[in-house]
């Protein structure tokens, strides 16, 4: 039996064997914290050990906990201050935030490395996501002007969305950085979180979208994510990885 993520049911996840993956979530009352608590509740091989939110000390609280991932979902300059953290304790981070700036995420990569400590950081956890983002970087070959349109909830407090320049850095890749790829951001009423990849040619038009109806759809990749980390010995800035292969960077 599946649960509402697509993933298996197991009897009791709360408790912790040889093989269960001890995770702790900061940003545990937000949209996404809430969400993704739900399913590792609910998906088997995971113990939810710690639940932080704005008043909480996450230090003491993975110290306590004993969790072997931290997943983040928070605000920009939080984020990067758990990955921070996550990688000081030894702590596999997998963090969702968007807004974290580069040079602190090429930082962390670091010393990561440094430390052979595995962690994901994906400005979108949707596999339909990563597969946009595949496809548009095929079709790019072939249809090298090319410009992206996201669009969010009004609550979104990043612009242009951590996706969009991820799109946009392996488009350029693609089609190199000569050609400018311009970003155009949407925040309405009415969507969740939306990208559109348009490429022009002569007399036709290519669009590649992915539409976020529900945020379920980063469940799978977060979970994925929070399996692999341990195993991987490196940060890696993309999901794309560990849902294509290892030339997918
Ligand atoms: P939200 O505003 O609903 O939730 C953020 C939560 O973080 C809140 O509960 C807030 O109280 C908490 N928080 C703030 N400061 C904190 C602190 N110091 N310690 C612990 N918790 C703290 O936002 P959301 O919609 O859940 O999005 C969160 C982040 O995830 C954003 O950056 C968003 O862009 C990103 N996001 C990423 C993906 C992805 O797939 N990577 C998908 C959706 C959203």
């Known amino acids: 039996m599946k649960n509402s993520f697509g993933e ?18 900061a940003g545990a009352q937000g949209r996404m914290g809430r969400m993704i608590c739900e399913a590792l509740r609910s998906a088997p091989g995971f113990a939810l050990v710690a639940e932080v939110d704005r008043e909480d000390d996450l230090r003491a609280a993975l110290v306590a906990s004993g969790a ?17 953290l996550a990688i000081e304790l030894g702590v596999h ?10 040079e602190r995420l090429d930082a962390a990569v ?13 400005a979108n956890f949707a ?30 407090l990043d612009a242009p969305s951590g996706t969009s320049l991820r799109t946009r850095e392996r488009l350029v ?15 309405l009423p009415g969507f969740v979180a939306s990208q559109e ?31 692999r980390a341990p195993t991987i010995e490196e940060l890696l800035l993309d999901l794309a990885p560990l849902v294509l292969g290892r030339d997918a960077r």
């Open 8 to 25: 298996p049911v197991g009897k009791d996840t709360r408790m912790c064997g040889p093989r269960t993956m001890q995770v702790a979530v």
């Open 68 to 84: 072997r991932v931290l997943v983040d979902f928070t605000i920009p300059a939080v984020g990067a201050d758990h990955l921070d």
């Open 93 to 102: 981070p997998v963090i969702g935030t968007t807004g974290i700036p580069k």
């Open 110 to 122: 670091s010393r990561a490395r440094e430390k052979r400590l595995g962690g994901v950081v994906a």
């Open 127 to 156: 596999i339909g996501a990563v597969l946009m983002i595949e496809l548009a970087r095929r079709a790019a070959q072939h249809l090298p002007a090319v410009e992206i349109i996201e669009a969010h909830h009004p609550g979104k």
């Open 173 to 187: 890749e693609v089609v190199g950085s000569l050609r400018e790829i311009p970003i155009h951001s949407v925040r």
């Open 197 to 227: 990849v348009i490429l022009g040619g002569p007399g036709e038009r290519l669009s590649i979208r992915h539409d976020t109806l529900d945020r379920s759809c980063f469940a799978p990749g977060i979970l994925l994510a929070i399996r």
